[in-house]
C-alpha cells in the first residue's frame, strides 16, 4: 500500500462509503448555497458555477483525506443533477422527449454508480492512474494534477457533454417521437453493453482471484469485440444525448454534439491507450493482443490472442 494511503486503512469500506457520501453532501450544499448568489444567471451557467463550486469542495475533502479517488464517482452523480436542475427551470411540463432522456440518463448513472461501489475497497485504494500522476508530478500535483486534471476537467467534459440535454430541456421546439425512441435505444444499450462488459470482466477477475485460469488477460464475450467495450458502451451514451438535442432542435442544435466528440477523443487518445501501456507492461503476451484485436470500435474478433 503507497504510505499516502496507509493512514486511510482503518476506515474500512462501510466507513468509507460514509465518508464520501457525507463528501458529496457538503457539496450539494455548498452548490445550492452559491446558488443563493446567482440571481438572475441563465440555468446553464449557474449551473455551471455550482458544478464548479462542488467539484471544488470535492477536491479539497480529496486532498485533506490524501486520495482523489474521492472525485470518482462525480461523474455519473453529476448528470441526473444537472438534468432536473434544467427541467426545473424551464418551468414547464415534460414531454416525450425529457421524459426519455432523463430515464437514460438515470438508469446510465445509477449502473455506474453500483459499479463503482461494488468494485471500491475503501479509501485505502485510489486509482492507479492518480498515483502514476502524483509520482510524475509530485510538487506541481495538487494544483495541476489533482485539482485541474483530475477534478476539474472531467467535471468541464461531463457539463459540455451535457450540452444536449441542457437544450431537450430548456427548448421550445417540437422533439421528433421517433428519433427520440431511436435515441433512447441507444442510451440504454450502451448502459447494458457496459454492465455485460464489466460483469464478464469482474467473473475473470474472480476466477484469477480463485486460480481457476492462468490467463494474464480476459478475451472473450464482450472483450472479444474491442479491448474496451465498456468504454465504447460510455461513449455511446454520450452520443444517444446528441441525438435527443437533434430530436429536439434539428441541426440548430448539432453543435452541442462537440461534447460527445470531446468524449470519443478522450476515450480514444487518452484512456484506452493508458490502459493499453499499463496492460502491456504487466500482463505477458498483451502486446501481441493488441496487433490482433481492435482498441475501442465492437466488430467481430479477428484472431484469438
Request: aromatic share 14%.
Amino acid at each position: 500500500m503507497n504510505p499516502h494511503l496507509a493512514k486511510n486503512a482503518k476506515y474500512g469500506k462501510s466507513r468509507s462509503l460514509l465518508i464520501v457520501t457525507s463528501a458529496y453532501t457538503l457539496a450539494l450544499v455548498g452548490a445550492v448555497i452559491s446558488h443563493w448568489y446567482m440571481a438572475g444567471l441563465a440555468p446553464l451557467w449557474a449551473a455551471l458555477a455550482m458544478d464548479l463550486v462542488a467539484t471544488v469542495i470535492i477536491w479539497a475533502i480529496g486532498a485533506y483525506i490524501s486520495n482523489a479517488s474521492v472525485y470518482d464517482p462525480y461523474w455519473s452523480i453529476i448528470p441526473p443533477a444537472l438534468a432536473l436542475y434544467w427541467l426545473g427551470a424551464s418551468g414547464g411540463g415534460m414531454s416525450t422527449g425529457q421524459m426519455l432522456v432523463l430515464i437514460v440518463i438515470f438508469f446510465w448513472a445509477f449502473r455506474l454508480t453500483v459499479n463503482w461501489m461494488r468494485d471500491w475497497p475503501g479509501l485505502d485504494h485510489e486509482d492507479w492512474r492518480y498515483q502514476e500522476m502524483r509520482a510524475n508530478n509530485p510538487k506541481s500535483y495538487l494544483l495541476v494534477s489533482n485539482l485541474l486534471g483530475i477534478n476539474v476537467f472531467p467535471t468541464v467534459l461531463v457539463f459540455i457533454g451535457m450540452l444536449p440535454v441542457y437544450l431537450v430541456m430548456t427548448g421550445e421546439g417540437t422533439s421528433n417521437p421517433i428519433l427520440d425512441y431511436i435515441a433512447a435505444a441507444i442510451g440504454i444499450g450502451a448502459a447494458i453493453i457496459q454492465f455485460v462488459s464489466d460483469e464478464q470482466m469482474r467473473t475473470f477477475r474472480k476466477r484469477q482471484r480463485n486460480n481457476e485460469t492462468n490467463r494474464a488477460f480476459y478475451t472473450d464475450g464482450l472483450w472479444a469485440w474491442s479491448r474496451h467495450p465498456n468504454y465504447f458502451g460510455e461513449v455511446a451514451m454520450w452520443f444517444s444525448l446528441w441525438l435527443f438535442a437533434l430530436s429536439a432542435g434539428g441541426l440548430d442544435y448539432a453543435w452541442s454534439g462537440i461534447g460527445w466528440v470531446a468524449m470519443l477523443c478522450l476515450f480514444l487518445f487518452v484512456s484506452c491507450p493508458w490502459m493499453d501501456r499499463r496492460s502491456a507492461a504487466k500482463r505477458e503476451g498483451y502486446a501481441e493482443h493488441i496487433k490482433n484485436s481492435n482498441l475501442f470500435l465492437m466488430t467481430p474478433p479477428r484472431k484469438k490472442a
